[in-house]
């Protein structure tokens, strides 16, 4: 089991900058593949990016792909998303998440932490 809380969230204008953090419990942090999810109102909940157990692969929807950068630190149990060029539609409760299987579908994570608020401004 791991519980997870999220950081880093606030207000940002328009092609500025965030990061995202995530600390997670438990000493099992390395075998959990890790992913942040975000969810606008009235939207479903969406896949952002993931990031294998080792942190050796990297994946990201693609309407974040060079913009957002997803890392992590086994020795530190932290997930990190560096959020640049942000736009409105960025706009969303972000969620972090984990699993145990590489996977970007929402149903295959098993913990979620509370989620942020992003507010990205025009």
């Known amino acids: 089991q791991v519980q997870l809380v999220e950081s880093g969230g606030g207000l940002v204008q328009a092609g500025g900058s965030l990061r995202l953090s995530c600390a997670a419990s438990?000493?099992?942090?390395?075998?959990?593949?890790m992913g942040w999810f975000r969810q606008a109102p009235g939207k479903e909940r969406e896949f952002v990016a993931a990031?294998?157990?080792?942190?050796?692969?990297?994946y990201y929807a693609d309407s974040v792909k060079g913009r957002f950068t997803i890392s992590r630190d086994n020795a530190k149990n932290t997930v990190t998303l560096q959020m640049n060029s942000l736009k409105p539609e960025d706009t969303a409760v972000y969620y972090c998440?984990?699993?145990?299987?590489?996977?970007?579908?929402?149903?295959?994570?098993?913990?979620w932490g509370q989620g942020t608020q992003v507010t990205v401004s025009s």
């Open positions: 998440a984990a699993a145990g299987t590489g996977s970007r579908l929402t149903n295959e994570y098993n913990f």
């Open positions: 438990g000493r099992t942090f390395s075998r959990y593949f």
């Open positions: 990031i294998s157990w080792s942190g050796g692969s990297t």
